[in-house]
């Protein structure tokens, strides 16, 4: 998550070994408290490894030396205008 003044990880998984079969997803729930307002983006990378025999895409590649390694970015914007105070809430 981006915004004007900061940039953080809300989440991270490096997990090489884990593999997943032909329609098979990876799901990932983050939370995150929202304290600023303006302009935020979330941005969400995928790498991954295609088999070898699949034609891979140009430019996709995320090593030159490795075309296997694939990696796309998916970016969504929205802009905060108001944040309720959760202490009213109690």
Request: glycine letters at 6%; one cysteine or more; proline letters at 4%.
């Amino acid at each position: 998550m981006q915004t004007a003044s900061t940039k953080i990880i809300l989440s991270e998984t490096t997990d090489s070994g884990h593999h997943l079969a032909a329609g098979d997803t990876l799901q990932s729930v983050v939370h995150h408290e929202i304290k600023e307002l303006g302009q935020h983006v979330l941005a969400c990378t995928v790498t991954y490894r295609s088999p070898p025999n699949i034609r891979t895409v140009p430019g996709a590649a995320e090593d030159a030396g490795d075309p296997t390694l694939q990696t796309f970015r998916k970016f969504y914007k929205f802009a905060v205008i108001f944040i309720q105070d959760r202490n009213a809430l109690v």
